[in-house]
Nanobody, 118 residues
Framework: QVQLVESGGGLVHPGESLRLSCAAS????????MGWYRQPLGKQRELVAT????????NYGDSVKGRFTISRDLAKNTVYLQMNGLKPEDSAVYYC???????????WGQGIQVTVSS
């Protein structure tokens, strides 16, 4: 089993920044992909960003490219999401996600609220 714990959400004004963290614990393989999805109120869950442990390849949703940066600390099994230039449309519940290498099982965190409002 894998547990994911998110932190760093909150309320900010447009143009400001936030940094989300997600720490994974439990039985974690050496190779996995980890990242963030978000779900705005009344809408479907969408990709924000993912990163692999092998090589650190990243993938971003179109709406966050150039503003958000995902990074990882392999020693801590932790992934970070630096969000700059936040917009009201970035408001959502952000979910941490992990998929082990060679597995189709998705693990999700409980979600953390990010609200961007003036």
């Amino acid at each position: 089993q894998v547990q994911l714990v998110e932190s760093g959400g909150g309320l900010v004004h447009p143009g400001e920044s936030l940094r989300l963290s997600c720490a994974a614990s439990g039985t974690i393989f050496s190779i996995y992909t980890m990242g963030w999805y978000r779900q705005p109120l009344g809408k479907q869950r969408e990709l924000v960003a993912t990163i692999t442990t092998s090589g650190g390849s990243t993938n971003y949703g179109d709406s966050v490219k150039g503003r958000f940066t995902i990074s990882r600390d392999l020693a801590k099994n932790t992934v970070y999401l630096q969000m700059n230039g936040l917009k009201p449309e970035d408001s959502a519940v952000y979910y941490c996600w992990l998929r082990q290498g060679g597995s189709l099982i998705n693990y999700w965190g409980q979600g953390i609220q990010v609200t961007v409002s003036s």
